[in-house]
């Protein structure tokens, strides 16, 4: 009896990571998996969100997520990223024990642990408070309507595009210890709700503060 081929032999070979990341999700992954994998973002989602809340005991006041194919160091966020960030946020909300949440993903195509981090990413971006997210410019054209899921940044005096380069950024650059990148970032199109209104104000608020120079 013949076994049955692997859909990957026949699969065309392609000149990048990103390529055959696509081609393998969309024919292989996506096909035999779509309705367990939203259903396991959404649940994911929900486990994020109130184990969150239950480590913290509050709702993040902002959530950053981060995600690229380059190495996130922690110790940079946690001592200087958050609290200068948490000052900024509070400043504008004129109250004190702000939370914001600085979620990372690392994303490594040559090893089955970086490769569920598109999945880690989406289950993070159903969250209703992920609002600022800096990613490899690639994956913002391959995920997005750009019309539709992000906004124009003009409005915060951010140039004139739906995301902003951050491969030069000081603050970004310290972060990934100075590796090189593609990085962008973009604020997502959603009209936040009651628990979250001053969303939108915040985000603008945190991408110019790690965009800016000094």
């Avoid at 692997?6 to 990571?17: G, L, S």
């Avoid at 969100?49 to 005991?57: E, G, K, L, R």
């Avoid at 400043?91 to 994303?107: C, D, G, H, R, S």
């Avoid at 902003?164 to 973009?186: F, V």
Wanted: some cysteine; proline content about 4%.
């Amino acid at each position: 009896m013949r076994a049955k081929p692997d859909i990957m032999d026949a699969a065309p070979v392609f000149d990048n990571k990103w390529d055959t990341f696509k081609y393998w999700f969309t024919n292989v992954y996506w096909f035999h998996y779509r309705w367990h994998t939203i259903g396991g973002v959404i649940g994911a989602a929900l486990l994020i969100s109130i184990i969150t809340t239950v480590v913290t005991n509050k709702a993040p006041d902002l959530t950053i997520i981060m995600c690229g194919e380059v190495y996130f160091d922690h110790e940079y966020v946690e001592k200087t990223l958050k609290p200068e960030l948490e000052e900024l946020v509070g400043e504008y909300l004129k109250k004190e024990n702000v939370y914001v949440e600085i979620v990372t993903i690392a994303i490594d195509y040559e090893s089955e642990a970086g490769m569920m981090g598109p999945q880690i990413l989406a289950a993070n971006m159903a969250r209703s408070e992920a609002m600022l997210v800096i990613m490899e410019k690639l994956m913002f054209d391959g995920m997005f309507d750009l019309d539709r899921d992000l906004q124009n940044l003009e409005q915060y005096g951010l140039g004139d595009n739906y995301y902003i380069d951050m491969s030069n950024a000081p603050r970004i650059l310290q972060l990934i210890w100075g590796m090189e990148s593609n990085l962008y970032a973009g604020m997502m199109n959603r009209n936040p709700d009651n628990k979250h209104p001053y969303l939108n104000e915040l985000s603008a608020i945190a991408l110019k503060y790690l965009y800016a120079d000094d």
